[in-house]
Structure formats: structure tokens, C-alpha cells
């Protein structure tokens, strides 16, 4: 049992809930002993602070660590890192298993060097939610869950296998397994503490230390645990490992950003409008890389569920967290969803010790930027066509989207004429696509069983991941007729909205009336419903809503992210030629929180973002091209117009059945036992041993080359030299262009690389799901078929022109990326990466990253980076530089064909100091140019001289 320090007197009591006394590192006595202001700082800080002093050795995390963040100024320059040793760590599966992937590869490297391969062991709980994986196959049955559930079984056995022997290698890692949910949505419902107990040394006697629940995810979104006032926030994979191994996660000390709510949101406005005019709000005032804390009467009158819609969306405002502070709302949440009364009443009880307890009002608190939003003023609203801050409010959404399509491709519009909207094709279809266009009698079992035996060869997929015989079969009218702004996908879908029951109700509700009203869904409409737990079915067949939604087309797909993360499956091929043939603009819309370019699906270019009840009503409406404040949104069976007002359910109405969906009991039953309740999990069998037996045949887990060369001592920093561009970038370039999820394709390095093995097409699977296989995944690096390299002006997809000598196509010639970077690595040629602004924005996505340096690239410089990709690319020893203002690859007149030297690095690099670049053109001409290095703390210094993290905590647990 470890004695607990008792630094400033802080180690102190509290009654526990069960009437016992527990230990805690009072911050209010932080404060008493003079160390600082503790009692006005922000909520958040005061959060991590705990952490700070809690864990303060002298070594990892000193005293002087503690007195610094206790005196966090608003306004202060931000250059002292804070050293956060978090509580725990969730993953999702597709960062999750790569993440087991090095773990069993840094196992494997200890062996190697005849040392005890247990060193390798995560020190703090680490849950793993199996999420990513399913696809939406099957859709609009009742049978469509369990078909695409198979589905991912077989798809996905080899790595299902992989994490079991995780299961068993480790002492502290544990996996939920496909079909219970999406990893945000169980950790607010069941994961999540919200305080921590463990057990120490107190005056030699032993006792319990709680300390709050604080965490790191590899997913972006983990933010959404902010809404239950809990500090967490999405990490790449590399810095969750050292997360793991021990080492403290590294942030700059954040500004804070205030924002006090007030007010209550009107009739018809749900969290989602919130969210989103947050999302816009929030990235005009350029939140990136800070806290932002909601705070004020508003803030407190929102349930937690309103909250985790908000904070789920951080990424998309651009902060680290979008934190709500603890209070009764929160102890309420607990207690509806399972969690023991003892425990809520420890909960409560701790932070109230810490003086915590409570929505704090305004003017208590002095944030580093101060800024208001009245909540009367929200307004339905939707976001797209491409980025979830372009919010558009609904009635404008009309007049946006013919704006968008006639707007030049160059300005980001689709360059389409005005007389391009009024063309519409015929799709060909023959019978089977779409319930919503056939009969409003529910589709019986039995019915839809027939169905789903019917051949369907015309149906097939043509995009997305391949699934033999997979697609609705269900009833579709001969031909249908498809025009720019048709929807052809609606998804509720995301851990953003399913968590929140009343969105959720919104839309069964919203069903129902139209059912009612004899609505149907347009027959080209792919829809899908596709929960973050078990729980959101309990309450919809609770409330009698499920039905209706079913009688849409909107029968359960799944438990996991489908639509959100791109999973939205193959469209029929008869609408992909179309799409194609007349390059249509279609859209999708869906509750997700992204809508990048060839996320949603790689031929649906139009993606909007919206609450679940506006998804259904789009899919009734079948285009986007549409005002729902005045159009009707289609005719009743009574051949009257119905409109979006009539549908649209009442606050009292949603009030009235929530009652049904937070039960507590629900929650105990459905969050117990996993492996019991899936039959398909319990039949996988688990390899054994403490270190991973390597299968060289695998195409989904192989050991990665990262520790291939790994020795005991560091190599040291050097300038790079003769460097050549293996892409030059615009702005916004996210790391799903870098490192795409979603389909691989077969002519690309990645997919001739998989026949080679003797996958067959239709086993592909995605990027995401192969990010095991190192070879794969460097081959689908700048793999994205919509990513465009300005050094081969027309392309589009990762192709770039090549100077090797090595390589076969003449001098300047289009090849794809990976084989430029190959030519280039066999002739000894280090690579940059030129980019524009808000570098790797997008997902927390390691690979990105790891891909990047597989293929040889020292350094990137960019107009400026996203977050978690810079410290990423750190993470795997790329070097990020930043232009200086103003200057840009345009500006520079760059076109891939110079050399370029990094001058200025060496064993005394500084964080952030200055660089040199400079570039050589064709003509032998020469400039140099200054650029910011941006290694932005003295410990990844320690990590880019070590060749990455992982060397470096590796070589430190060695020693
Ligand atoms: S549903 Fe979307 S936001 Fe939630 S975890 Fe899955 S991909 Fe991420």
C-alpha cells in the first residue's frame, strides 16, 4: 500500500457516502497554506490541479508543478507545461487496437533484449469499447442488426482475437465487446466514476484515497465526458501509451475561456441547435487549444445530457475541453443511471470537500476570455455542406445549398450552374431498396426475412466496404428519380445525440406523427438508426416509438459510431453510377458531429449535420433543396400538405415520456455481464501468453518496425538535408485526408498490396479496421480520394510527382504517394510535407502520424497545426515547423520541384525556437526563410531527440 505524501498539509478527511471516513488532497487547504488563489480559478484547472498535487513525486511532477498551476493567471504568456497524470484511459477499437499493437510490439522488444516483457503493463484502468467496426450492411429490417453484427464478426474475427489476448496479457486492460455501444456514450452511462477511490497509508493506518475521475481517450470526442463535469479529452494513441506506461500526458497550460449561459432554450430547440451554435460561435473566437467552461444560470438548468451533446462537439469548436462544472444536475445523472446511492452521496461529498459543488455564478471566476450566449436566441439549425462550424439556420438552408452548388470549386462550392438544379436522372432501381416507399404497414418479421432471401445482384454494392450480398433487400419502387440535393442518406446516428434521450424521443415522436399522417420516407433514402447503448432501444420500445421509427426505415442497425466515423455502407450501385454519371451533388444528413469531405460516404458530397427528429424530416422530405419553415414536407393520406410544424413534438410531450428513459434499473441490467450476454464474443477463441505470437500471414496484425532498430541509446538531432516535398497542401487538410478510415480501394497501393496477400475485394474491410497491419496502413497514407496535392494541380486522390532517381516514371511524373516515398527511401531522400492552415485538423488520429514518418517524412511545416496531430507528429519523431505570418507555399511560389534543407537543428533545440528554411528551386536558385519550430515543450525535445514517445519511455522503463 503506498503512503500518500502530505505536501502543504493537504492530506485531509471527508465522510464517504457509506458513513466512513476517506482521504483527499483538499484543495481548499492548498489554498489556506498560502500556495495560491486556489478558490477563484476556473473549475477545470482546479480539476487538474488535484491531479498535480495528488501526484507530485518530485521527479515526474514537483512541487513546483503544483505552485505554478495553483497560480494560473487568466492572462498570462503560456509556456510552463503541466504534467497530468490521469485517473484512466478509454479507447475506441479502431485507435484501440493499434494501440494493443505497440504495446505487444514494445513486449516483444523487451524479450528480444532478454529482459522481463511484464515491465510493459498500463499502470492505470484502461477500457476498451469495441465500437468502430460495424457498418451499416443491412438496414431498414429487423433482422438488419443481427446481419450486419455477423457481419462484423466475420470481418473482424483476427482482431477480436488480438484484443482478447490483450484481455489476458494485461492486468488492467478490459474490452466491452461489439454491440453494446459507443465508447462516449458508455462511459457517461457507465464507465465514468466521477470519483475514484484506491486504497493508501494514512498516519500508518490503512484507509481509501478518492480523488476525481479525470482521463484521456484516443478519440476525439472524449471530450463528451466534460458534461459531467469530469476532465478528459481526446489524445492520439502514441500519447495514450505513455499515458498507460506511466508518464504524465503534457499539455501547455491552457487559457481558459468563459462562457456563461443564460437564459433557457425556447419550445422546438433542442441540444443539438445548441451544440451547433456553439460549434459556430466558439471557432469564431478561436478556442483552439484551450479549456472553455460553461458556466451561469443557463448552464445550470441543462440536463447532463444537454451538456454531453455540447461538450462531445469540443473538437468541433476547436478546444481542448467544453468543460460544465459539477453539480446537482450531475449527482441527478448518476443516480438515474445506475450508479449506487452510496456512491452518489461519496460523489457529492468529495467535492463539495473540495469546494466544487456548484454552478458558479458570474463574476466568481476570472476567465481568460470572457463570452456570453443568451440560450433564447438558439435556433433550429443545421451545419454543412462540408464543416461542422458552418452552421446554417434551417430555414436558410435552401438558399445555402443552391448558393453552395453554384459556387466555384476553388471557393469550395461545387461548381455546378443554377439550371444544373432543375435536371434530375432516373436511377434505374428494380424491386427491393426502401420500406418508406412501399406499404406503412410495419414490416413483419417474417416479411422481411422473405425479403432478405430475395437474390439482389443488381443491388450490390459499388462504394464503400464490399459485403457479399449485403443491402437492404426490401421493397423499391422500378426507378426512382435522383437530382443535385437529394438525400440519400439519413442517419441517427453518434454518440453526440443518442446519448441524449430527449433528441432521441424527439425523433420516435417526429415518426410517429408522420406515420400518422401517412408520410413515407423517398425510396432512395438509406436509412439508419444506430444507438450508442442498449439503452436508447429499452426507451424507445418502452415508449411505443420504435415502431414508427421502423415503419421509416429507421429500424436499428447496430450499437457503434456506423455513419459517424463513415461506416454508412454501400449505397445500390444503380445510384452510385448515377452519382457518378451526372457527378450529382447528393446529400446526406445525419446527428452526427462530422461532415469532412468523403467522411459520411465517398460519393455524397453535401453532408449536414442535424438533431435526430430534422434527420427524419429529411428523409420524408427526400432533398435538402428544401425550406421546411414553409414547404410542406410531403402530402398526407388525407392528400393534404403536411407540414414541419405539425410533426414536430412539444417540449411537454418529450418531458412526458423522458420519465420512461432514465431508469436506473435499466442501466444496472444492461451494463452487466457483457461477455454473457454475447454468445458471438464468448465463441472467438483467445491466443495466451505474455508475449503476442506474431502470425507473419496476417493481413490485420503485424508487428510494426518501430522498435526494429532499437537500442538502449538515444541517436541525436540533425539538421535535415536535400530534402524533397512529397506534398504540398492546402488549408484544412485533415487527418482523414492524411490517414483515410474508410474504404481502400483496389487500385491503390493499400489494395493491390491486399490481393497480393489474396484478400479478396470484398474482404477488404476499412483503413480503420486494418490500422494493426503497419503495411496496409502506410500505403493508405495520403491515401484519401478527395485529399489534393497542389504539386500535381488536376489530380485529386494521393498521388504526387516524383523526382527519385529510383523511380521508374520520368523525372516529375504522377505517381502514387507511396511510391514516390518508397523511390525516395531506397535512394536515402528525407521528405517534408508543406501544408496550409489547421494541419491534421479532424479526428485524434495516431496513424496519421505513424504513417507519415513510415513513410520517411522528417518534417512537416505548415501555416499552422491542429492540436493533437503536432503533438503527434512529435510522437513519431517528425519534426513540425510553422510559417512565419503571412507566408504560405503560395507566397513561396512552391511547386514541389526544389530541395529543401532544415538548417538550425541540433543537440540545444529549443521549444518553439527559431529555424531555418531554406529551398533550393530547379533552377538552382536558393532562398532561406525563418520558421518557428513547433516542438512546443522542453519534454518533446526528449521525445523527437529519442525518435518518438515510445523509444523514449521505453528506454526510461528499461532503465
Ligand atoms: S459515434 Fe462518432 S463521435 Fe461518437 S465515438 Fe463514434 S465516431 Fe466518435
Not at 469548436?317 to 443511471?337: K, S, W
Not at 423499391?476 to 453526440?496: D, F, M, N, Y
Not at 412539444?650 to 431508469?663: F, G, M, Y
Amino acid at each position: 500500500m503506498k503512503n500518500a505524501h502530505n505536501l502543504f498539509g493537504t492530506l485531509q478527511e471527508f465522510e464517504t457516502g457509506e458513513g466512513r471516513r476517506g482521504a483527499f488532497y483538499s484543495l481548499p487547504q492548498l489554498e489556506q497554506a498560502g500556495v495560491g488563489p486556489v478558490s477563484r480559478l476556473p473549475v477545470s484547472i482546479r480539476l487538474v490541479l488535484e491531479s498535480v498535487l495528488r501526484n507530485c513525486d518530485g521527479q515526474r511532477v514537483t512541487e513546483q508543478n503544483v505552485r505554478a498551476l495553483a497560480n494560473w493567471k487568466p492572462d498570462a504568456r503560456r509556456t510552463e507545461e503541466i504534467p497530468f497524470v490521469v485517473a484512466r484511459i478509454v479507447l475506441q477499437d479502431f485507435t484501440g487496437v493499434p494501440l494493443l499493437v505497440d504495446l505487444a510490439a514494445m513486449r516483444s522488444a523487451v524479450a528480444r533484449l532478454g529482459k522481463n516483457p511484464k515491465v510493459i503493463e498500463p499502470l492505470v484502468p484502461v477500457d476498451l469499447v469495441v465500437d468502430h467496426s460495424v457498418q451499416v450492411d443491412y438496414f431498414g429490417t429487423p433482422a438488419s442488426m443481427e446481419q450486419n453484427l455477423e457481419m462484423e464478426f466475420r470481418r473482424n474475427r483476427e482482431r477480436y482475437q488480438f484484443l482478447k489476448w490483450g484481455m489476458q496479457a494485461f492486468d488492467t486492460f478490459k474490452v466491452v465487446p461489439p454491440g453494446i455501444g459507443i465508447v462516449h456514450q458508455v462511459n457517461l452511462e457507465y464507465l465514468a466514476k466521477g470519483v475514484l477511490g484506491c486504497p493508501c497509508a494514512l498516519n500508518s493506518q490503512p484507509s481509501t484515497l478518492y480523488y476525481a475521475d479525470t482521463l484521456v481517450g484516443t478519440d476525439s470526442h472524449t471530450t463528451m465526458i466534460n458534461g459531467l463535469g469530469i476532465v478528459g479529452w481526446g489524445v492520439g494513441g502514441i500519447e495514450a501509451e505513455a499515458g498507460m506506461l506511466g508518464q504524465p500526458v503534457y499539455l501547455l497550460t491552457p487559457d481558459v475561456v468563459g462562457v456563461c449561459l443564460t437564459g433557457a432554450l425556447r419550445e422546438g430547440m433542442t441540444a443539438t441547435d445548441l451544440a451547433l451554435t456553439l460549434t459556430q460561435m466558439l471557432r469564431k473566437a478561436k478556442v483552439v487549444g484551450k479549456f472553455v467552461e460553461f458556466y451561469g444560470p443557463g448552464a445550470a438548468a441543462l440536463p447532463v445530457v444537454d451538456r454531453a451533446t455540447v461538450a462531445n462537439m469540443a473538437p468541433e469548436y476547436g478546444a481542448t475541453m467544453g468543460f460544465f462544472p459539477i453539480d446537482a444536475e450531475c449527482v441527478n445523472y448518476l443516480r438515474a443511471t445506475g450508479r449506487s446511492p452510496e456512491h452518489c452521496r461519496t460523489y457529492e461529498n468529495y467535492y463539495r470537500a473540495q469546494g466544487l459543488f456548484g454552478m458558479p455564478p458570474k463574476g466568481q471566476i476570472k476567465y481568460s476570455v470572457e463570452l456570453e450566449l443568451d440560450l433564447a436566441t438558439v435556433t433550429p439549425s443545421v451545419a454543412g455542406p462540408k464543416r461542422p462550424q458552418d452552421r446554417i439556420e434551417l430555414p436558410n438552408l435552401k438558399r445555402e445549398f443552391v448558393a453552395a452548388l453554384a459556387k466555384p470549386i476553388a471557393e469550395n462550392g461545387f461548381g455546378k450552374t443554377a439550371a444544373d438544379l432543375e435536371k434530375s436522372f432516373v436511377v434505374g432501381i428494380h424491386d427491393g431498396f426502401h420500406p418508406g416507399g412501399g406499404s406503412q404497414e410495419p414490416v413483419s418479421q417474417s416479411q422481411a426475412q422473405a425479403r432478405d432471401t430475395n437474390p439482389f445482384t443488381e443491388l450490390e454494392m459499388a462504394n464503400n466496404r464490399p459485403s457479399p450480398g449485403a443491402v437492404s433487400a426490401r421493397a423499391i419502387p422500378s426507378e426512382a428519380r435522383i437530382r443535385h440535393g437529394s438525400v440519400l442518406i439519413a442517419a441517427i446516428t453518434s454518440c453526440t445525440n443518442t446519448s441524449n434521450p430527449s433528441v432521441m424521443l424527439a425523433a420516435g415522436l417526429l415518426a410517429k406523427k408522420a406515420v400518422e399522417r401517412g408520410l413515407r420516407v423517398n425510396p432512395l433514402v438509406k436509412t439508419s438508426l444506430a444507438p450508442g447503448s442498449r439503452v436508447v432501444s429499452d426507451y424507445l420500445a418502452r415508449t411505443g416509438l420504435q415502431p414508427y421509427l421502423d415503419q421509416l426505415g429507421f429500424n436499428l442497425v447496430g450499437y457503434g459510431c456506423t455513419t459517424c466515423i463513415g461506416n454508412s455502407g454501400p449505397l445500390p450501385a444503380a445510384i452510385d453510377e448515377a452519382i457518378g454519371k451526372h457527378d450529382l451533388v447528393a446529400a446526406s444528413v445525419l446527428s452526427g458531429n462530422r461532415n469532412f469531405e468523403a467522411r459520411i460516404h465517398q460519393n455524397i458530397k453535401a453532408n449536414f449535420l442535424m438533431s435526430p427528429p430534422l434527420v427524419v424530416a429529411f428523409a420524408l422530405a427526400g432533398r435538402v433543396d428544401i425550406d421546411l419553415s414553409r414547404e410542406p414536407i410531403g402530402q398526407g393520406k388525407d392528400g393534404r400538405d403536411v407540414y414541419l410544424k405539425d410533426l414536430w413534438p412539444s417540449l411537454q410531450e418529450v418531458r412526458d415520456l423522458l420519465q420512461a428513459a432514465l431508469k436506473p434499473e435499466v442501466f444496472r441490467q444492461l451494463y452487466r455481464d457483457f461477455a454473457a450476454q454475447n454468445p458471438k464474443w464468448n465463441q472467438i477463441p483467445a491466443p495466451t501468453g505474455e508475449v503476442y505470437q506474431w502470425d507473419t500471414r496476417s493481413t490485420y496484425i503485424q508487428e510494426p518496425p518501430f522498435f526494429a532498430q532499437f537500442g538502449p541509446q538515444p541517436g541525436g538531432i540533425g539538421e535535415i538535408k536535400g530534402a524533397r516535398a512529397l506534398g504540398i497542401f492546402g488549408d484544412s487538410v485533415t487527418t482523414d485526408h492524411i490517414s483515410p478510415a474508410g474504404s481502400i480501394k483496389q487500385s491503390s497501393p493499400a489494395g493491390k498490396y491486399l490481393l497480393e496477400q489474396g484478400v479478396p475485394f470484398e474482404e477488404f474491410n476499412s483503413y480503420g479496421s486494418r490500422r494493426g497491419n503497419d503495411r496496409v496502413m502506410t500505403r493508405g497514407t495520403f491515401a484519401n480520394v478527395r485529399i489534393k496535392n497542389l504539386m500535381a494541380p488536376g489530380t485529386e486522390g494521393g498521388v504526387t510527382r516524383c523526382f527519385a532517381r529510383a523511380c521508374p516514371c520520368p523525372p516529375g511524373g504522377v505517381v502514387p504517394i507511396y511510391d514516390a516515398a518508397m523511390a525516395y527511401q531506397k535512394e536515402g531522400t528525407p521528405l517534408l510535407v508543406i501544408a496550409g492552415q489547421e494541419y491534421g485538423t479532424g479526428s485524434s488520429r495516431d496513424w496519421a502520424a505513424k504513417g507519415t514518418a513510415l513513410l520517411g517524412v522528417k518534417a512537416v511545416v505548415a501555416q499552422s497545426y491542429e492540436r493533437i496531430h503536432r503533438s503527434n507528429l512529435v510522437g513519431m519523431g517528425v519534426l513540425p515547423l510553422q510559417f512565419k505570418e503571412g507566408v504560405t507555399a503560395q507566397t513561396l511560389k512552391l511547386d514541389g520541384a526544389e530541395t529543401y534543407d532544415v538548417l538550425g537543428l541540433g543537440p540545444g533545440l529549443k521549444p518553439q525556437q527559431d529555424l531555418t528554411l531554406r529551398l533550393t528551386r530547379a533552377n538552382g536558385q536558393m532562398e532561406t526563410i525563418p520558421v518557428t519550430c513547433r516542438i512546443d515543450t522542453p519534454v518533446e525535445v526528449d521525445y523527437y531527440q529519442h525518435g518518438g514517445i515510445l523509444p523514449f519511455v521505453l528506454r526510461q522503463l528499461l532503465r
